[in-house]
């Protein structure tokens, strides 16, 4: 064996010393690298982790069931990314809430790069003086829309035109385009104070069609975040999606040119406004910095993720909304009786009229609960060294709230399985407190910025379409509540409804 080691070892002395230099440092790595008590998780395969066992299954319910076998904090491993996954609300209020600081950042993976053109935009930008600059300006614009009559205005007048369209079909149809006009109008509506009148318009095409495109290639992820030497030579639907995003994003920014020729400081129209109105400020204090967290990409960016988060998730969600009224005729004629009694046939639907209507707001709280649209959010990122339910997580590791096993706690919610708006009453029939464990907006600095105008929009619109008709699925055919998709979306598929008119 001497012989066979002498024969190895190399002859000369500075590859001698190269060869001791390598095992050394080696072994003082292993000796004094930080060591880490990790979650648990499952065992993956070399080089992709758990990618195989995720690929064509509804994410959020397969880290749901895994959270059975290895706790509330466990991880798993997508290619070369590492993720924590939290599953119990004592656990994700320690992050969001406790540790908030600690979690505020966004994974910069190499899609959310190329969306963001480098993570420009307030939802997955990392967390920072920029951010906090656009997080404020955003915030102020919505306060801004939501004073008054605007909000109300808007529901009224998008109501008006979709229940018209509506009126128009006869037998039974698809609702969910309706459903995209009107939330796309709330959209176009607060952001460049536009509206379309049917589903052939020029805004509807360019918003709406467009994310449809993006949004039906985007299901399961891409395995360019996971596996690296794919980004030499992106996939088909890796180039198709950033195709329609950068379409948006195209029209986007004609509509701040636009805004710019018509601008006045004194007269603040929508929410593209408030944005050349923070610009010009920067400018005119003459603040380099400032004016560096305010370029024009900036803007656009904070636009699209508006257009992009706001549409997508409030149609889904009344998409879910109006499938459950016609599964349970029960629970519609509920909500029949409600708006009756507090939305006039004129459909001039005001957010005061919200704390009148506790059922409906019951109904939609209770539908985001089975099913959230977005069932593991947006995931975080941690920022420095951490821990969370008694693990280490390490700087810069991807952290996902799986809110789907937070809807779906038996600890936390009785009979978890049935579809029961109740629950969310107290016992004058009133709106109760929010329960800890239904978190759809998120929670902490990340929470969701649309929250606000969300909530009283899906109430009013939901209201409004079952004060003019009653709702029921074709004739002969059959649709159950289960999701129709796959990956990270949480959708029911395509249905078609008979909607019968009420006034």
Same mark, same amino acid.
Request: net charge neutral.
């Given at each position: ?9 190399? %002859? ?44 064509? /299954? ?41 540790? %908030? ?87 176009? @509506? ?21 994310? $449809? ?9 891409? #395995? ?41 400081? $004194? ?5 593209? =406004? ?11 204090? $003459? ?35 109006? #499938? ?12 029949? %009786? ?22 409906? =707001? ?29 693990? =280490?997580?390490?700087? @810069? /590791? ?85 999701? %129709? ?7 029911? @598929? ?10």
């Amino acid at each position: 064996m001497f012989e066979c080691l002498t024969q190895w070892w190399p %002859q000369s002395v500075v590859t001698q010393a190269l060869v001791v230099g390598i095992v050394v440092g080696v072994i003082a790595y292993n000796l004094f690298k930080k060591r880490y008590n990790l979650p648990p998780g499952p065992k993956g395969w070399p080089l992709v982790g758990n990618l195989l066992e995720v690929r064509g /299954t509804l994410l959020f319910r397969k880290l749901r069931d895994w959270s059975k076998t290895y706790g509330p904090v466990m991880t798993i491993q997508l290619g070369t990314l590492k993720a924590v996954i939290l599953s119990r609300i004592d656990v994700v209020t320690e992050a969001l809430i406790t540790r %908030q600081a600690d979690f505020a950042g966004r994974p910069n993976t190499y899609l959310v790069s190329q969306l963001t053109k480098g993570g420009k935009d307030i939802v997955n930008a990392s967390y920072g003086p920029t951010w906090k600059l656009h997080r404020k300006i955003a915030s102020k614009a919505l306060r801004h829309y939501l004073m008054g009559d605007n909000l109300s205005l808007k529901v009224s007048q998008s109501l008006h035109i979709t229940t018209a369209l509506m009126r128009k079909e006869q037998g039974a149809f698809d609702p969910f385009p309706y459903l995209s006009l009107s939330i796309s109008n709330m959209m176009t @509506g607060m952001l460049f104070n536009k509206i379309s009148e049917n589903v052939d318009s020029e805004y509807y095409k360019a918003y709406v069609v467009t994310l $449809d495109d993006l949004m039906k290639e985007a299901g399961e992820g891409f #395995l360019e975040d996971s596996i690296p030497p794919l980004r030499l030579c992106p996939t088909p639907r890796f180039r198709r999606v950033t195709r329609a995003s950068d379409k948006i994003l195209d029209s986007i920014k004609k509509e701040i040119a636009a805004h710019r020729k018509t601008f006045n400081k $004194d007269e603040i129209q929508d929410f593209t =406004d408030a944005l050349i109105q923070a610009q010009q400020e920067a400018e005119e204090v $003459d603040d380099p910095v400032l004016m560096s967290q305010i370029t024009n990409i900036h803007m656009a960016m904070t636009i699209f993720d508006l257009v992009l988060a706001g549409t997508e998730t409030s149609r889904n969600t009344l998409h879910w909304c109006l #499938l459950t009224m016609a599964l349970h005729p029960d629970i519609q004629k509920k909500v029949h %009786q409600e708006v009756d009694s507090v939305i006039g046939p004129d459909l001039n639907v005001h957010v005061s009229d919200r704390e009148n209507l506790p059922y409906t =707001d019951a109904v939609i709280h209770e539908v985001m609960r089975l099913r959230p649209v977005v069932p593991i959010g947006v995931a975080h990122s941690t920022l420095c060294d951490t821990t969370v339910g008694g693990y =280490d997580v390490p700087k @810069g /590791t991807m952290v996902i709230i799986n809110h789907d096993a937070l809807h779906f706690d038996p600890d936390q919610w009785e009979d978890v399985n049935t579809f029961k708006p109740e629950r969310f009453l107290d016992s004058d029939g009133k709106m109760g407190p929010k329960p800890d464990s239904w978190l759809p907006f998120s929670a902490g600095r990340r929470v969701c910025l649309g929250e606000t105008v969300a909530k009283p929009e899906l109430h009013l619109f939901l209201a409004g379409i079952l004060r003019v008709f009653t709702i029921s699925l074709a004739p002969g055919t059959q649709h159950d509540f289960e999701p %129709q998709s796959k990956g990270a979306r949480n959708t029911p @598929g395509r249905y078609k409804i008979v909607m019968k008119s009420r006034i």
